[in-house]
Antibody, heavy 116, light 107 residues
């Protein structure tokens, strides 16, 4: 049973970058596809993209292209999401997600607050 | 990108009511759709996958139907713990799009 544990909440300045980690337990990361989802306060869920660690391949949703990078470290079973050029409107909870057939596992979420 | 139109955006219901939520896809997505429940401060929880398959551990009062472009989530007898926000998610070709969400509130 896959479990995902994310890094803790952070406060960042506008223009800076954030790196959120997502540690997978219950199997090697190379077995998974990890998706990332953003949820602004009081808003809906927004898909950011996905990474397939075994291929080192990532796909980014259009609205995040150029600003987000997904990476993965199989030796530590950790996936990372880096979002750059942060704006106050990037304040949100970020989730990592693994889903495959009848398995669905979400990280607990990481709150990123962007404020000067 | 495939657009998902979810309706209604909110509804008021009482315990024991039958509740229906609909998602319409902008193109044929076969059965690549799931339904999620989210409570405040929590990660979403998948209820239904592949349009109609019940996720393990989810009560049988939840059911999903549809294929192609029209999908429905039904709660047959609403329970107090079901007041939450519900989202559909299409996963066609591994490119995800969420519906806008439906908030189920106490009448």
């Amino acid at each position: 049973h896959v479990q995902l544990v994310q890094s803790g909440a952070e406060v960042k300045k506008p223009g800076s970058s954030i790196n959120v980690s997502c540690v997978a337990s219950g199997g090697g990361l190379n077995s998974y596809t990890i998706n990332w989802v953003r949820q602004a306060p009081g808003q809906g869920l927004e898909w950011m993209g996905r990474i397939v660690p075994i291929f080192g391949a990532a796909h980014y949703a259009q609205q995040f292209q150029g600003r987000v990078t997904f990476t993965a470290d199989d030796s530590t079973n950790t996936a990372y999401m880096e979002l750059s050029s942060l704006k106050p409107e990037d304040t949100a909870v970020f989730f990592c997600v693994y889903q495959e057939r009848d398995v669905s596992s979400w990280g607990q979420g990481t709150l990123v607050t962007v404020s000067s | 990108d495939i657009q998902m139109t979810q309706s209604p955006s909110s509804l008021s219901a009482s315990v024991g009511d039958r509740v229906t939520i609909t998602c319409r896809a902008g193109q044929d997505i076969r059965s690549d759709l799931g339904w999620y429940q989210q409570k405040p401060g929590k990660a979403p929880r998948r209820l239904i996958y592949a349009a109609s398959r019940l996720q393990s551990g989810v009560p049988s009062r939840f059911s999903g139907s549809g294929s192609g472009t029209e999908f429905t989530l039904t709660i047959t007898s609403l329970q107090p713990e079901d007041f939450a926000t519900y989202y559909c998610l299409q996963e066609y070709n591994f490119l995800w799009t969420f519906g806008q969400g439906t908030k189920v509130e106490v009448k």
